[in-house]
T-cell receptor
Framework: GAVVSQHPSRVICKSGTSVKIECRSLDFQATTMFWYRQFPKKSLMLMATSNEGSKATYEQGVEKDKFLINHASLTLSTLTVTSAHPEDSSFYIC??????????????FGPGTRLTVL | GQNIDQPTEMTATEGAIVQINCTYQTSGFNGLFWYQQHAGEAPTFLSYNVLDGLEEKGRFSSFLSRSKGYSYLLLKELQMKDSASYLCAVYTNAGKSTFGDGTTLTVKP
C-alpha cells in the first residue's frame, strides 16, 4: 500500500515549451501533496505544498506563475513548468501525505520526473 | 529559518556499523525523519522520531535528542546495498518537512 506514481518519468522538451507532471496516490487519499526539486548531489528543496481544493502554498523564491500547481482531487496533483528554460532542468519529486490511518505525518514519495530542457 | 547539518560523505566496510549524525536548529519542531535515497530514485522512509531516545527497526536504529537538536541513524551489519544517500528531515508544526543535504554512504567490501 501507500504507492505514489509520477508521470512522465523522463521528459525532454525545447526551451519555451510547457511541461505537465502528474502525481497520483494510487491506493490512498492524499489531502496534502508536496512538490520538490532536487539538484545533483543535493537534497530535496520544497517548492510548494498543495492541498486538495485550495491554492498551493509556494516557498519563498519559487515563482507561482512559472510553476503552476493544481490539486484537483484527493488522488491527483499536477505541476506545470511553464515556458521552460534550461535552468529548469532538474529532478522533480512529489510526495503525498495520507488523510488518515497512516504513520503520523509520513510522506510517501513518487519515483520522480527527470526534466531536461534543451 | 531552519538549519540542518549532516556530513557530506561517509565510507564504511561491509559488515560494520556506521552512525550518521544530523544536527538541526529550528522552531516549531515536531519530529525528525530519516530517508534512504538511491541514485536516481525517490527517497524511501526509514524512521520518524518524535520523542527522545532510540528506536530500533531491524538493522537500522534512529536516535533523537530534542534538547540538543541532534539525531543519528545507526546502520548495523552493513550490506553493499546500503550504499545510498541518507537524508534527515525536520518536520515542523507548519506542516512540512525541511531536508538536510544528505549523507552519501559508500559501503566497501
Amino acid at each position: 500500500g501507500a504507492v505514489v506514481s509520477q508521470h512522465p518519468s523522463r521528459v525532454i522538451c525545447k526551451s519555451g515549451t510547457s511541461v505537465k507532471i502528474e502525481c497520483r496516490s494510487l491506493d490512498f487519499q492524499a489531502t496534502t501533496m508536496f512538490w520538490y526539486r532536487q539538484f545533483p548531489k543535493k537534497s530535496l528543496m520544497l517548492m510548494a505544498t498543495s492541498n486538495e481544493g485550495s491554492k498551493a502554498t509556494y516557498e519563498q523564491g519559487v515563482e507561482k506563475d512559472k510553476f503552476l500547481i493544481n490539486h484537483a482531487s484527493l488522488t491527483l496533483s499536477t505541476l506545470t513548468v511553464t515556458s521552460a528554460h534550461p535552468e529548469d532542468s532538474s529532478f522533480y519529486i512529489c510526495s503525498a501525505r495520507a488523510a488518515s490511518g497512516r504513520v503520523y505525518n509520513e510522506q510517501f514519495f513518487g519515483p520522480g520526473t527527470r526534466l531536461t530542457v534543451l | 529559518g531552519q538549519n540542518i547539518d549532516q556530513p557530506t560523505e561517509m565510507t564504511a566496510t561491509e559488515g560494520a556499523i556506521v552512525q550518521i549524525n544530523c544536527t538541526y536548529q529550528t522552531s516549531g519542531f515536531n519530529g525528525l525523519f530519516w530517508y534512504q535515497q538511491h541514485a536516481g530514485e525517490a527517497p524511501t522512509f526509514l524512521s520518524y522520531n518524535v520523542l527522545d531516545g532510540l528506536e530500533e527497526k531491524g538493522r537500522f536504529s534512529s536516535f533523537l535528542s530534542r534538547s540538543k537538536g541532534y539525531s543519528y541513524l545507526l546502520l548495523k551489519e552493513l550490506q553493499m546495498k546500503d550504499s545510498a544517500s541518507y537524508l534527515c528531515a525536520v518536520y515542523t508544526n507548519a506542516g512540512k518537512s525541511t531536508f538536510g543535504d544528505g549523507t552519501t554512504l559508500t559501503v566497501k567490501p
